[in-house]
Nanobody, 122 residues
Framework: HVQLVESGGGSVQAGGSLRLSCSYT?????VTWFRQGPGNGREGVAG????????YYADAVKGRFTISRDNAKNTLYLQMNNLKPEDTAMYLC???????????????????WGQGTQVTVS
């Protein structure tokens, strides 16, 4: 079982930046960021294999968001630049089971979820 805790959300103006963090109790193989806006389902934002390699991104955030991890700290990050009002959502991190689908941004592929951190862009 993996427990995840997000932090770093807040309110910013359009064009601003935020850095989200997600700490986990045990290093999973594959971790992701999702977001859920009011009245919307969960949307995959970015994912990364903790063993190395580049991240995977949704088209809506490519070139603006960067996912990274620090295995020594068991922490996942999401650097969000050039934020837009449509980025407003609750951001959640999710971890895969031991078996995983590399590159997946489908919520059905993830068993462990944090409580989320709110990001508001005005």
């Amino acid at each position: 079982h993996v427990q995840l805790v997000e932090s770093g959300g807040g309110s910013v103006q359009a064009g601003g930046s935020l850095r989200l963090s997600c700490s986990y109790t045990r290093r999973p193989n594959y971790v992701t960021w999702f977001r859920q806006g009011p009245g919307n389902g969960r949307e995959g934002v970015a994912g990364i294999y903790t063993g190395g390699g580049d991240g995977y991104y949704a088209d809506a955030v490519k070139g603006r968001f960067t996912i990274s991890r620090d295995n020594a700290k068991n922490t996942l990050y999401l650097q969000m630049n050039n934020l837009k009002p449509e980025d407003t959502a609750m951001y959640l991190c999710a971890a895969s089971r031991p078996y995983y689908v590399l590159g997946s941004l489908d919520s059905a592929d993830f068993a462990y979820w944090g409580q989320g951190t709110q990001v508001t862009v005005s």
